[in-house]
Nanobody
Framework: QVQLVESGGGLVQAGGSLRLSCAAS????????MGWFRQAPGKEREFVAE????????AYVDSVKGRFTISRDNAKNTVDLQMNSLKPEDTAVYYC??????????????????WGQGTQVTVSS
């Protein structure tokens, strides 16, 4: 199991930027795809972005394409989510996620084996 700790959430005005970071424990971090999900009040947790284990491939939900960028540093066991041009509809608790198995990709919640505790992102209009 990979243990994950997020940081970097907060309150920002629409059009602003935030950078979320996730620190992972474990010696095999570089063999797991990593992702970010979010959950708004009253809604299901949804996929936001994913990066393959070596960082060569990424995927995003359509609503954040061109605004969010996921990256990872396998030497530091970290994965980041740079969020630009934030909108009020981006308001949610954001969760870092590690794939259920080594070398698996993350496309949906059932692909996740470990979750972080979540960090709140609030975008005011």
């Amino acid at each position: 199991q990979v243990q994950l700790v997020e940081s970097g959430g907060g309150l920002v005005q629409a059009g602003g930027s935030l950078r979320l970071s996730c620190a992972a424990s474990g010696r095999t971090f570089s063999t797991y795809s990593m992702g970010w999900f979010r959950q708004a009040p009253g809604k299901e947790r949804e996929f936001v972005a994913e990066i393959s284990h070596y960082g060569s491939m990424t995927a995003y939900v359509d609503s954040v394409k061109g605004r969010f960028t996921i990256s990872r540093d396998n030497a530091k066991n970290t994965v980041d989510l740079q969020m630009n041009s934030l909108k009020p509809e981006d308001t949610a608790v954001y969760y870092c996620a590690a794939a259920r198995n080594q070398y698996w990709r993350i496309k949906e919640r059932t692909d996740v084996g470990s979750w972080g505790q979540g960090t709140q992102v609030t975008v005011s209009s």
